[in-house]
């Protein structure tokens, strides 16, 4: 597609129930960002991944959280043990390596809700 | 760490009216985006700012970024109702290009 596609829109889980975020990014993007954001407020990042290399993971809140890229284009992001405090928006973005001095923005997709029960 | 303060939270305006929502960062701004994002979708990138004293226009929309590189302005001119949602500026964090966002402007026109 031309577009950054995310499944499912709306995820609705019991505390305790492990889900899967997919995210499906624009043809040939290298870079792969998930981020949440809360109601109100703006994205935070979680992990990012460089076609199938997750090199940053600092932003994800615990160890229940996983995600991966295994063949450097879909990416799933799971979470174990679902907690109230995982309902939020879940965002994916992708965009080309960036390259010196010219603009590489951040595509997002339309996000899965996440509600936790 | 870094962080964006965007003001105002929120903004209502008349159509056809011209406003500015500004975007301020604690330490000096290496690479600024601007996204919209109306409910329940995912964000729009508007425009990138990377140069002290740029400025950069699409439409009716004009981003700035100041000679210090440490905020920017976004202005609409004659704002009109499909210019309504929540206005995000995001500055590039660390060696991956992860974006810190600011907690977004909310923005209303009333016909």
Known sequence: ?117 | SQELEQSPQSLIVQEGKNLTINCTSSKTLYGLYWYKQKYGEGLIFLMMLQKGGEEKSHEKITAKLDEKKQQSSLHITASQPSHAGIYLCGAEGGATNKLIFGTGTLLAVQP
């Open chain 1, 1 to 117: 597609g031309a577009g950054v596609s995310q499944s499912p829109r709306y995820k609705v889980a019991k505390r305790g129930q492990d889900v899967a975020l997919r995210c499906d990014p624009i043809s040939g993007h290298v870079s792969l960002f998930w981020y949440q954001q809360a109601l109100g407020q703006g994205p935070e990042f979680l992990t990012y991944f460089q076609n199938e290399a997750q090199l940053d993971k600092s932003g994800l809140p615990s160890d229940r959280f996983f995600a991966e890229r295994p063949e450097g284009s879909v990416s799933t992001l799971k979470i174990q043990r679902t907690q109230q405090e995982d309902s939020a928006v879940y965002l994916c973005a992708s965009s080309l390596l960036r390259v010196r001095a010219k603009d590489q923005p951040q595509h997002f997709g339309d996000g899965t809700r996440l509600s936790i029960l």
